[in-house]
T-cell receptor, first 113, second 113 residues
Framework: SQKIEQNSEALNIQEGKTATLTCNYT??????LQWYRQDPGRGPVFLLL?????KEKRKERLKVTFDTTLKQSLFHITASQPADSATYLC????????????FGTGTKLQVIP | EAQVTQNPRYLITVTGKKLTVTCSQN?????MSWYRQDPGLGLRQIYY???????DKGDVPEGYKVSRKEKRNFPLILESPSPNQTSLYFC????????????FGNGTRLTVT
């Protein structure tokens, strides 16, 4: 069955460094993948979408890569700030289509001042 | 302001007492969905709706009902709540097309005793 794995439950990083979060998927090949940010007790907020034919996507300090050979997406936050502390979720649609988006369990990022 | 509104934000109830969690969106989105979020399990889809009067099961539909009589509203109904339905619930909406990001409400924290 389809599986999404995000690296570790928590990632602590020093302010100003680049944070790299990993999303691995198995047993299927999504046509695109979305990344969301979730703050405690709040709903996820959409950040970026990357399609299978795009190697890299950028938005301000955020960068997402999509390697269909490795079945992996990497999410980078450069010059990280304490305000970036949150849980980040990757979300590819499952093989049933976009109607059934499947979310990873998320990686909690803590940026230390 | 474009938003998805869920009510109530917090709800404590007893086993077997029927309840409804409301969800409303003001973006004229065709697609709406309900998720529950539990520690270690991430977001899991309960039901979704492609349009008015069109609903379908997600990954964990047991014990839940939904209806979509109007485009803007998508209530979640628990006919006979049980303690294992204690969770954080999110409603989401999007345009009905591939790649469209999901817009989430702020969640409803339900406790069933």
């Amino acid at each position: 069955s389809q599986k999404i794995e995000q690296n570790s439950e928590a990632l602590n990083i020093q302010e100003g460094k680049t944070a790299t979060l990993t999303c691995n998927y198995t047993n299927y090949s999504p046509a695109y993948l979305q990344w969301y940010r979730q703050d405690p007790g709040r709903g996820p907020v959409f950040l970026l979408l990357i399609r299978e034919n795009e190697k890299e996507k950028r938005k301000e300090r955020l960068k997402v890569t999509f390697d269909t050979t490795l079945k992996q997406s990497l999410f980078h936050i450069t010059a990280s700030q304490p305000a970036d502390s949150a849980t980040y979720l990757c979300a590819p649609p499952n093989s049933g289509g976009y109607q059934k988006v499947t979310f990873g369990t998320g990686t909690k990022l803590q940026v230390i001042p | 302001e474009a938003q998805v509104t869920q009510n109530p934000r917090y709800l404590i109830t007893v086993t077997g007492k029927k309840l409804t969690v409301t969800c409303s969106q003001n973006m004229n989105h065709e697609y709406m969905s309900w998720y529950r979020q539990d520690p270690g399990l991430g977001l899991r889809q309960i039901y979704y709706s492609m349009n008015v009067e069109v609903t379908d099961k997600g990954d964990v539909p047991e014990g839940y009902k939904v209806s979509r009589k109007e485009k803007r509203n998508f209530p979640l109904i628990l006919e006979s709540p049980s303690p294992n339905q204690t969770s954080l619930y999110f409603c989401a909406s999007s345009r009905r097309q591939d790649n469209s990001p999901l817009h989430f409400g702020n969640g409803t924290r339900l406790t069933v005793t």
